[in-house]
């Protein structure tokens, strides 16, 4: 199995959803660089389960302990080790789930590769959970990133059927999220937990899709075939799970545009060279070009529901009803809304490195 990421930086995430305990080794890391702990605390609270109604209701703390890495406050060159306890489990909830999979999870999959040796308490090394963990090192890598006045937010930019307004792509107004429900429009973010709220009474649940941004990027990071920055964002997103889309720019809208319409025209704006339009992303061949990079990821709804549904016995090879107990996330994009900007953050730090 692949938990690593990185071509300069290398990032390992190891861990279970309930095993002891997650974690997560940052290598390759310059020594010198400052930590703001409360800042990566108040980062990882921002993931953490059990804090409103449209979250699972499991509580876990999710504060890092570090083993390695940072002395003083400052990064000490050697690589950065840190765990997470996990201190709220039920591993009873999931003791059938060898034998009956669950619809959309990766119970069946995992069977079948690892013949019942994998561990499928909570989802295993399958589960969301481990994202507390990947945003310990992207936490981090934005902080870093913002000390080279690049920064990177996110927003909820639908729910079901309900949209929310998007970036403006040239200037995207990242302080203009709504820090208890990120989205950009606090109308829309009533509607949306409305949704989710409805989803939840009927014990079913609800995807969307989130809109990241990247500003203050220099042209010129990322390489051309296999090492573009989409490749780099991409790659690292869709280890995310629930992860099913990502695109760049105006995405699949490109398809529908002419050439005259997709193309971005180029300017120069306070003697520096600009596009007038940004159908690109911030990104031409692999490589930056100096505008705000933006991609969008579609969330698949919480597969684990409350009302009953069709599976099989893996023993009997006959189907079944799969009644699924434990506490899950309604509708899980709100949360990962700072696992996407760990995401970009880790991808992009990582190229910078690599310049």
């Known amino acids: 199995m692949s938990s690593t990421y990185g071509e300069h930086l290398k990032l390992s995430i190891f861990g279970q959803s309930h095993s002891a305990g997650i974690g997560m080794v940052l290598d390759n890391i310059p020594a010198g660089l400052e930590v703001d702990f409360d800042g990566l605390q108040a980062f990882l609270n921002r993931r953490a389960p059990g804090q409103n109604t449209h979250s699972t209701t499991r509580k876990e703390a999710d504060r890092p302990e570090f083993l390695s890495g940072i002395v003083n406050g400052y990064t000490c060159g050697a690589p950065i080790a840190s765990v997470i ?10 003791e059938n789930l060898k034998d009956i999979p669950r619809p959309a999870h990766a119970d069946f999959t995992a069977q079948m590769k690892y ?6 308490s909570g989802g295993g090394h399958f589960s969301g959970r481990l994202t507390a963990a990947l945003c310990i090192a992207g936490g981090l890598c934005k902080q870093w990133l913002e000390k080279e006045g690049i920064r990177i937010g996110a927003h909820i930019q639908s729910i079901a059927a309900v949209e929310d307004s998007a970036f403006d792509p040239m200037n995207p107004q990242l302080e203009q999220v709504y ?28 995807g969307g899709i989130i809109e990241c941004a990247v ?23 869709y280890g995310i799970p629930a992860v099913k889309m990502v695109e760049f720019g105006a995405g699949r809208q490109a398809a529908y545009l002419f050439g005259s319409e997709n193309n971005d025209a180029y300017t120069v704006t306070d003697g520096k060279i600009t596009t007038k339009t940004n159908n690109c992303g911030g990104i031409l061949g692999g490589i930056t070009n100096g505008m705000p990079l933006i991609f969008r990821c579609a969330i698949k709804p ?3 529901i409350a009302m009953e549904q069709q599976s099989v016995s893996l023993s009997a ?8 107990s434990g ?6 994009v709100p949360r990962a809304v700072p696992v996407m900007e760990a995401a970009a953050a880790i991808a992009v730090f990582d190229a910078i490195l690599s310049r």
């Open 85 to 94: 306890a996990n201190t709220n489990t039920r591993s009873e909830d999931y």
């Open 115 to 120: 013949g019942g040796y994998q561990d499928v």
């Open 179 to 206: 820090a208890l429900f990120p989205v950009l429009d606090h109308a829309s973010g009533e509607k949306m937990q409305e949704q989710i709220a409805a989803a939840k009474a009927k014990g079913d649940s609800v």
């Open 215 to 237: 500003t203050g990027l220099p042209a010129g990071l990322g390489d051309g075939m296999f090492g573009g920055m989409e490749n780099r964002i991409a790659s690292i997103v």
């Open 302 to 304: 919480t597969p684990s």
């Open 317 to 324: 090879m006959t189907e079944t009803a799969l009644q699924i």
């Open 327 to 332: 506490r899950h996330d309604p509708c899980i």
